[in-house]
Nanobody, 122 residues
Framework: HVQLVESGGGSVQAGGSLRLACAASDDVSKYYMAWFRQAPGKEREGVAVSATDGSPSYGASAKGRFTISRDNVRQPLDLQMNSLNPEDTATYYC??????????????????WGKGTQVTVS
């Protein structure tokens, strides 16, 4: 089973930027790769997805501010987050699932998860 490890979380002021990264233990070129987030008391929310061909999809909260990128050779998945606001505060998770994925922004589609990295915006 593929293992995922997130990095790059931290604390930032509103309006700032952070870049998250996800490392994988195996070749994930045939996997959908995604970022989810979960704030205390809220459901896990799909943020951004990269399909196997690299085409992106974004959740409503991420559109226009976040960019997902993929490099299957080195570190497979990044998330550039700009114009952060306090509502973006959450634990961010990397997820992976072999293609195909019918609803890529739905958490239940993914079997492989990292342990998460905390993002705090104040």
């Amino acid at each position: 089973h593929v293992q995922l490890v997130e990095s790059g979380g931290g604390s930032v002021q509103a309006g700032g930027s952070l870049r998250l990264a996800c490392a994988a233990s195996d070749d994930v070129s045939k996997y959908y790769m995604a970022w989810f987030r979960q704030a205390p008391g809220k459901e896990r929310e799909g943020v951004a997805v990269s399909a196997t061909d690299g085409s992106p999809s974004y959740g409503a909260s991420a559109k226009g501010r976040f960019t997902i990128s993929r490099d299957n050779v080195r570190q497979p998945l990044d998330l550039q987050m700009n114009s952060l606001n306090p509502e973006d505060t959450a634990t961010y998770y990397c997820a992976a699932e072999p293609s195909p994925v019918l609803k890529p922004l739905e958490a239940y589609e993914y079997r492989f998860w990292g342990k998460g990295t905390q993002v705090t915006v104040s």
